[in-house]
Structure formats: C-alpha cells, structure tokens
C-alpha cells in the first residue's frame, strides 16, 4: 500500500476517533489524548510522534503497550478474586472460595495469578516509559474503563477495560503444541481440548455471590479461568516473536525479545495448571464439559496432560527437520491477528466502537511496520 495515501486514511480515522472516544467516553477524556507524551494529542495533530525511534517500533510498542494494558486488566481481576492482595499487586481482598477452587488446579495458584498480575504490570509501565523516554507517544487506555466486573465479595469493583464474565475460550493451543507434523502458519488448524469452552459464553470469575455455589459450578468457572490463562499467555508467547521480525532498532529488540520470553514462561506455567483441571459438567450449565483428557475419546499424544512442553513439527519448510518452536510466529498482519483473537474471546463485549476503532488502528499501524532496509 503507498505509504502517504495510507496515512492520509489514518490522519482521518485519527481524527474521527479523537472526536468519537471524547464524545463516548464523556468529560473524563476532556482534555487529554489516548496517546500521550507529556502534551495532549491534539485533533489537528497530524500523526503519532515516534521521537527517537523509527516510526514502525513506535507502532509496534505501541501497540504492545496497549496489549499489555489489557493484560493487566485482565489479570488485576483474577488477583483481586483469586490470587495475592498485596502491596506489589494492590485491589480487591480475595474470594476465599473461588480461591480455593483455583486451588485445587495447583496449591500455587494464588502466587502465580499474583506473579503473572505483577508481570503484566511491569510490561505495561516499562513499554510507556520507554516510549516517552524517546520522545515518542504512549498510549492510554484509562478512558476506556467502562464495563462493570464482578459484584462479587472480595472483588474491588472498579471499572474494567476488558469482560471475563462472558468468556468464549479457545483451546486449540493444547493440541497445536502437541502437533509433531503441524504448524498453523502453514495454515494448519487444532481441535479443541475442551470443545463446551470455545462455543458459548462463560464466566472464568464468580460473576456474584450466587456463583459461588453449588461447588461443581464454582470448579467450572475456576476450570475456565484455568484454561483462559494459558489461551492469554500463549497469545503473547506467539505475538512477541511474530512483532520482533518487524523491528529495527537492536535495543527495541531487545526489549520485545526479552518481554516476548515472559510471556512463553507464563504460558508453560498455565499449561501444566491446566491439565490439573479436574473434569466436571457444570451443574449449573449441562453444555459445558470439562473432558478427562487422558481417557477416550482424548488421551494420546494430541491430549495427554504432561506433555506441556512444545513436541517438536515442521518448521519454515518441511524439507527442514521437526523443530521445537513457539507456534504461530508468522509475522504478516500478527497484531491485527492478536486483536482479532482477544475480540473472538469476548474479552471487549460492551466496549465502545471508539475503542475498537483506536485499537484496530494500533494494531494497523504495527502490522504496516518494516524492518529498515526491508520493504
Ligand atoms: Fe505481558
Ligand atoms: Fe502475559
């Protein structure tokens, strides 16, 4: 695409969504832009400063930043129900009996979603702060934080930016990393380990108190959460790698490397808790089931619970040997692919079409990003 018709196509959508998401979001947004760098974006300006940087890393933090946003969202609500309220991950004060029913996925559990919370953080702030370090924009999302979470006990009840209360959960990661001769950027694609999860919408936190029982219904929203964990964890495990073939600076490398095998380690830990999850069918919802992925019709290798480290397949060419690799990695239109992939899952339901049109655009922007010297 030419390079100047596409940002004239921006500068508008730019400025349509400035207009938009200041009508949407109300007085709160007076007076301060989503992307920020000490001054206030302005309607007129013509287009995100990238400062420093080449313009296409800054698209690709920024849209990092803003997937990192949206993990922390994500992840602050678990803590607040199921993990550590502390003073490193502040908010909330705990459900003792969703607390519990994570338990019984991994007596850890409560440290991990606190880790994994803390980690999310710190990838949000340092990804900002590098930008404005360089002069470039940062993005903000705090606008946006609209939707009602969890009622309740033990839930902090602030405004959320993302929904897990109405979650459709692909599983298909479980059977894509146990694949020996396949590889989705081959175009190939993976059944489900939990079929009930990827159709429908469900809560992965006691949306009330009146989902903290009968017990069975509590495990199958602790189950879901389980599973929703690594699908989030392995979103970013594949985006990291698939953005860092984009960029150009050797230290924005550095960073998307060093971040990007973060996520993979989130993702390992939450694909071992996973197979702990102990199959039940809600009592409360008969369609959704939680298999025994060891016994028909699962079981083998495409199923068994402990093989949560990637099987080696194909690899760039099938001429090549079987590789043990993070799957996909294919870098052409990754962020839009990720964007795509938390919207599929539920997580914006009831989030403003000006949201979704300053992500989408986050997303473009990064996707039309090239290594310097590469066209
Ligand atoms: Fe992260
Ligand atoms: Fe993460």
């Known amino acids: 695409m030419n390079s100047v018709s596409r940002e004239s196509k921006n500068n508008k959508n730019r400025r349509e969504f400035l207009k938009n998401g200041m009508v949407a979001a109300g007085a709160a947004t007076l007076g301060t832009g989503l992307l920020a760098s000490g001054a206030p974006v302005l309607a007129e300006q013509e287009k995100e400063r990238s400062g420093k940087l080449p313009r296409g890393d800054a698209a690709i933090l920024r849209f990092l930043a803003a997937a990192e946003i949206l993990e922390t969202d994500l992840w602050v609500q678990y803590n607040e129900l199921g993990g550590i309220q502390d003073n490193e991950v502040p908010g909330g004060s705990g459900s003792p009996l969703?607390?519990?029913?994570?338990?019984?996925?991994?007596?850890?559990?409560?440290?991990?979603?606190?880790?994994?919370?803390?980690?999310?953080?710190?990838?949000?702030?340092?990804?900002?702060?590098?930008?404005?370090?360089?002069?470039?924009?940062i993005v903000d999302l705090e606008p946006f934080r609209t939707l009602p979470g969890s009622t309740a006990t033990g839930?902090?009840?602030?405004?959320?930016?993302?929904?897990?209360?109405k979650l459709t959960?692909?599983?298909?990661?479980?059977?894509?990393?146990?694949?020996?001769?396949?590889?989705?950027?081959?175009g190939d694609t993976f059944p489900q380990a939990v079929p009930s999860l990827a159709v429908g919408q469900h809560p992965a936190i006691p949306r009330s108190d009146a989902d903290l029982s009968p017990s069975n219904h509590l495990q199958a929203i602790a189950n879901t959460a389980g599973f929703h964990f690594a699908t989030i964890e392995q979103g970013g495990t594949s985006l990291y790698p698939s953005l860092a073939q984009r960029v150009s600076s050797s230290e924005v490398l550095q960073i998307v490397l060093s971040i990007g095998g973060t996520e993979a380690m989130h993702f390992q830990t939450w694909h071992d808790k996973a197979g702990n999850a102990p199959p039940l069918t809600d009592p409360s919802d008969s369609t959704l089931v939680f298999p025994d992925l060891n016994a028909s019709p699962f079981g083998g290798e495409d199923f068994q619970t402990?093989?949560?480290?990637?099987?080696?397949?194909?690899?760039?060419?099938?001429?090549?040997?079987?590789?043990?690799?993070?799957?996909?990695?294919?870098?052409?239109?990754?962020?839009?692919?990720?964007?795509?992939?938390?919207?599929?899952?539920?997580?914006?339901i009831r989030q403003s079409g000006a949201f979704f049109a300053f992500l989408r655009e986050l997303a473009e922007d990064a996707d039309a990003a090239r290594r310097e010297g590469e066209r």
Request: with cysteine; hydrophobic share 35%; charged share 15%.
């Open 155 to 165: 839930s902090s009840g602030k405004p959320r930016l993302t929904n897990l209360m």
């Open 169 to 186: 959960v692909d599983t298909s990661w479980w059977t894509r990393y146990r694949s020996r001769t396949q590889n989705p950027d081959f």
């Open 306 to 348: 402990n093989l949560i480290m990637p099987e080696p397949t194909i690899f760039l060419s099938k001429s090549l040997p079987a590789c043990s690799i993070i799957r996909p990695t294919n870098t052409t239109g990754a962020a839009t692919g990720a964007l795509n992939f938390l919207t599929a899952m539920g997580l914006f």
């Open 98 to 137: 969703y607390t519990a029913a994570l338990q019984v996925l991994d007596g850890d559990m409560s440290q991990y979603i606190h880790d994994n919370t803390e980690d999310e953080f710190t990838h949000e702030t340092f990804i900002n702060a590098y930008l404005a370090s360089k002069g470039a924009d």
